[in-house]
Nanobody, 124 residues
Framework: QVQLVESGGGLVQAGGSLRLSCVQS????????MAWFRQTPGKEREFVAG????????DFGDSVKGRFTISRVNAKNTVHLQMNSLNPEDTAVYYC?????????????????WGQGTQVTVSS
């Protein structure tokens, strides 16, 4: 069983930055593509960023392109989401997700494993 634990959320002013981290345990990290999604009340979960098993391929949601980056450190079973130029529309609960097979997809149904989420709040 795969466990995912997110950290790094918090309150930040508009224009600021945050770095989210997600640590995986339970299975070989190399076998999994990793992604970040976010969700606000009353809305569907939105794809933010994804990274393939070896970091060779990344993908981003349109609303975060050019502002967010995703990276992974396989030796530490960790994936990071660096968020820059944050704005209030980025306020959400951010979830880490994992999918076996290694390739990136934007659909939440592709990902079998999810963390509990971490709150990011951007004040104006």
């Amino acid at each position: 069983q795969v466990q995912l634990v997110e950290s790094g959320g918090g309150l930040v002013q508009a224009g600021g930055s945050l770095r989210l981290s997600c640590v995986q345990s339970g299975r070989t990290f190399l076998n999994y593509a990793m992604a970040w999604f976010r969700q606000t009340p009353g809305k569907e979960r939105e794809f933010v960023a994804g990274i393939s098993w070896n970091g060779g391929h990344t993908d981003f949601g349109d609303s975060v392109k050019g502002r967010f980056t995703i990276s992974r450190v396989n030796a530490k079973n960790t994936v990071h989401l660096q968020m820059n130029s944050l704005n209030p529309e980025d306020t959400a609960v951010y979830y880490c997700a994992a999918a076996s097979g290694g390739g990136v997809a934007t659909s939440q149904g592709y990902y079998a494993y999810w963390g509990q989420g971490t709150q990011v709040t951007v004040s104006s």
